[in-house]
């Protein structure tokens, strides 16, 4: 089955403790990105990936790294984490540029 | 910049109801055109997309037309159902970069 994986699907940890989410996608998709969706705001991107070793910033970039080392996986790490990074992640990949995307479940986190 | 403005919710219909949410962009270029549907618990879904002008998408009762001279890609449906209840984003993409609007609640009550 075609689909997007994220890990953890909740998490709640403490402000400072550095953190990792992991997303998988199975398609074999060149595009992959990480969203954060909050209250009044909707989706904003964090960061994306055109390709192995390929990655931009979106619009929200700050507190977060990325990496992309292998085409499957696009992992979003918070070195340290505040309380403001309280929010929804989705984690999203596509084939290229002029295809839909596909999104994760989602991994809601709570920085205290 | 990119930006997606749509109508602000939460839109609550009668089953069989007309609906329409509104949306409007501003985009440098000529992007491609989205509405998703988020139901409870569950990441986004692709209701459909336009990619070019005068273009109308449409999928399961949905229809959206990319309206250049408007800038807007309004979503209809001629008559909703209970199942439809959910969140819908309209969203447009220049390329590598998608830009979301914040969501309207719909709520179809029988």
């Known amino acids: 089955e075609a689909q997007v994986t994220q890990n953890p699907r909740y998490l709640i940890t403490v402000t400072g403790k550095k953190l990792t989410v992991t997303c998988s996608q199975n398609m074999n998709h060149e595009y992959m990105s990480w969203y954060r969706q909050d209250p009044g705001l909707g989706l904003r991107q964090i960061y994306y990936?055109?390709?192995?070793?390929?990655?931009d910033k979106g619009d929200v970039p700050e507190g977060y790294k990325v990496s992309r080392k292998e085409k499957r996986n696009f992992p979003l790490i918070l070195e340290s984490p505040s309380p403001n990074q309280t929010s929804l992640y989705f984690c999203?990949?596509?084939?290229?540029?002029?295809?839909?995307?596909?999104f994760g479940p989602g991994t809601r986190l709570t920085v205290t | 910049g990119n930006s997606v403005t749509q109508m602000e919710g939460p839109v609550t219909l009668s089953e069989e109801a007309f609906l329409t949410i509104n949306c409007t962009y501003t985009a440098t270029g000529y992007p491609s055109l989205f509405w998703y549907v988020q139901y409870p618990g569950e990441g986004l879904q692709l209701l459909l997309k336009?990619?070019?002008?005068?273009d109308k998408g449409s999928n399961k009762g949905f229809e959206a037309t990319y309206r250049k001279e408007t800038t807007s890609f309004h979503l209809e449906k001629g008559s909703v159902q209970v199942s439809d209840s959910a969140v819908y984003f309209c969203?447009?993409?220049?390329?590598?970069?998608?830009?979301f609007g914040t969501g309207t609640s719909l709520t179809v009550i029988p």
């Open positions: 990936s055109m390709n192995v070793e390929v990655t």
């Open positions: 969203a447009l993409s220049t390329g590598n970069q998608f830009y």
């Open positions: 336009a990619t070019k002008a005068d």
């Open positions: 999203a990949s596509r084939r290229d540029k002029s295809y839909e995307q596909y």
